[in-house]
């Protein structure tokens, strides 16, 4: 079982900037994959960025490429991810939501971009961008 719990979400103009943050319980992290994706009003969730377990490999949409940037924290027992995001626009406004593989992994350097690949969720963290 893994719990996973996001903050760093709220009211930024646009322009500015948020880091999100996602602490998973559990001695097993360093074994999951991790990803982000996002919910805005009305619409469905969307794949945002997405990293291996060993850190090594990112992938992003392309919305949001070269502005944010995802990592994560294996070292000792801080089990966390983080989303570094930039450049903020008010179409960035959505829920956040933070994502965990558990299944098999055949290779490290694996990550996941699909719904359907993760075994646990977070409750989300609201990030509003205001024009």
């Known amino acids: 079982q893994v719990q996973l719990v996001e903050s760093g979400g709220g009211l930024v103009q646009a322009g500015g900037s948020l880091r999100l943050s996602c602490a998973a319980t559990?001695?097993?992290?360093?074994?999951?994959?991790m990803g982000w994706f996002r919910q805005a009003p009305g619409k469905e969730r969307d794949f945002v960025a997405a990293?291996?377990?060993?850190?090594?490999?990112?992938?992003?949409a392309d919305s949001v490429k070269g502005r944010f940037t995802i990592s994560r924290d294996n070292a000792g027992a801080k089990n966390t991810v983080y989303l570094q995001m930039n450049s903020l626009e008010p179409e960035d406004t959505a829920v956040y939501y933070c994502a965990a593989r558990t299944r098999l992994i055949p290779s490290s350097s694996d990550y996941y971009t699909q719904e359907y690949d993760y075994d646990y969720w977070g409750q989300g963290t609201q990030v509003t961008v205001s024009s």
């Open positions: 990293i291996s377990r060993s850190g090594d490999i990112t992938d992003y």
């Open positions: 559990g001695r097993t992290f360093i074994s999951h994959a």
